[in-house]
């Protein structure tokens, strides 16, 4: 099992990167949110790894820090969901909002990541809600949605965010972000353009 890799970032597209290492240029399928954060091209770099072994191919997939390889393994747990789903997955959110989503029981913000059909994120939110708190997930994102949530305008913006139709996930992120002593209406136009940048 090859966990890690150091060496010369050599090569990078819109999905993978290679990486040599000794001599052997080592190929990971890796996240957006990994890519996004790459050094420049023959410059080190390392990445923790996780590879999937089936019968007509060896993958080593790549991630910048141990949240998202957490996060990659839970998912990849779920029955129905393989390695393209749980990188599409981790490109579409941090790992922290995936595991916010699973514990605040909101599948439907799931479905925005690409081959993410409601009944899958059902299914992945019951097989994970019991197991979130095994990832080391970001504080700040965590306290900020409960605080959203514990004040009155905060869970009063948030119940009309929902209203409007976007998830409880979304809405307690967002708000969570803002001034909880700020007026409810205020809360709600500030956080609809959080939203609208993609949280």
Same mark, same amino acid.
Request: with cysteine; proline share 2%; charged share 20%.
């Given at each position: 099992?090859?966990?890690?890799?150091?060496?010369?970032?050599?090569?990078?597209?819109?999905?993978?990167?290679?990486?040599?290492?000794?001599?052997?240029?080592?190929?990971?399928?890796?996240?957006?949110?990994?890519?996004?954060?790459?050094?420049?091209?023959?410059?080190?770099?390392?990445?923790?790894?996780?590879?999937? %072994?089936?019968?007509?191919?060896?993958?080593?997939?790549?991630?910048?820090?141990?949240?998202?390889?957490?996060?990659?393994?839970?998912?990849?747990?779920?029955?129905?969901?393989? #390695?393209?789903?749980?990188?599409?997955?981790?490109?579409?959110?941090?790992?922290?909002?995936?595991?916010?989503?699973?514990?605040?029981?909101?599948?439907?913000?799931?479905?925005?990541?690409?081959?993410?059909?409601?009944?899958?994120?059902?299914?992945?939110?019951?097989?994970?809600?019991?197991? %979130?708190?095994?990832?080391?997930?970001?504080?700040?994102?965590?306290?900020?949605?409960?605080? #959203?949530?514990?004040?009155?305008?905060?869970?009063?913006?948030?119940? #009309?965010?929902?209203?409007?139709?976007?998830?409880?996930?979304?809405?307690?992120?967002?708000?969570?972000?803002?001034?909880?002593?700020?007026?409810?209406?205020?809360?709600?136009?500030?956080?609809?353009?959080?939203?609208?940048?993609?949280?």
């Amino acid at each position: 099992m090859i966990a890690s890799l150091r060496g010369k970032l050599i090569y990078t597209d819109e999905n993978s990167v290679i990486i040599e290492c000794g001599g052997v240029g080592y190929k990971c399928v890796a996240t957006k949110n990994t890519l996004y954060n790459l050094p420049k091209l023959n410059s080190e770099i390392f990445l923790y790894t996780h590879m999937v %072994v089936r019968e007509d191919a060896m993958d080593l997939y790549g991630f910048s820090d141990l949240e998202e390889l957490s996060a990659f393994k839970l998912l990849i747990s779920v029955s129905g969901v393989g #390695a393209k789903i749980g990188i599409a997955l981790l490109s579409q959110f941090t790992a922290s909002q995936i595991m916010l989503y699973i514990g605040a029981n909101d599948p439907k913000s799931l479905t925005a990541a690409s081959g993410v059909g409601l009944k899958l994120a059902q299914r992945i939110v019951l097989e994970l809600k019991d197991k %979130v708190g095994s990832v080391s997930i970001n504080s700040n994102e965590i306290n900020a949605t409960q605080r #959203a949530n514990e004040s009155n305008t905060g869970s009063e913006a948030v119940a #009309a965010l929902v209203a409007l139709g976007y998830s409880k996930g979304e809405a307690s992120l967002a708000v969570g972000r803002l001034d909880g002593n700020l007026p409810t209406d205020q809360l709600i136009k500030q956080a609809l353009k959080i939203i609208s940048r993609g949280l």
